[in-house]
């Protein structure tokens, strides 16, 4: 059974060891758990869903650099930041929307976008 939503069917289960939540790929993000699509495709449950190791701030009135709407005042599930630069702010649907890959790039995957310089 699905932790977020109750129902049956839930095929993802928390890759920590001895946590038993599971959970359908449509209810992570409801859920705020984090689904890694990429190295060993591990998903992790709201409790033992990794944490961004950026001690950041954003500051008053700081926009998504994405969709340049407010990220809010702090870090949160909902809310990443560059870890180069600690500048540029995100939405994490934002983020996961422009990581996806582009339709127009002939099946090259990567981001369809560039949000931060880097270093």
Not at 7 to 31: D, N, Q
């Amino acid at each position: 059974h699905c932790f977020v939503c109750g129902e049956r069917g839930a095929a993802i289960s928390c890759a920590e060891t001895g946590c038993e939540r599971s959970f359908h790929l449509p209810c992570a993000v409801e859920g705020e758990c984090v689904t890694q699509f990429f190295g060993q495709h591990r998903s992790f449950c709201w409790e033992h869903r990794p944490q961004q190791a950026v001690e950041a701030v954003p500051a008053p009135h700081t926009n998504c650099v994405i969709c340049l709407e407010p990220v809010g005042d702090s870090m949160s599930y909902h809310t990443m930041v560059c870890k180069v630069c600690t500048q540029a702010w995100f939405h994490r649907g934002c983020i996961q929307v422009g990581a996806l890959p582009s339709p127009f790039k002939n099946g090259s995957c990567g981001p369809t976008f560039q949000a931060c310089p880097g270093p």
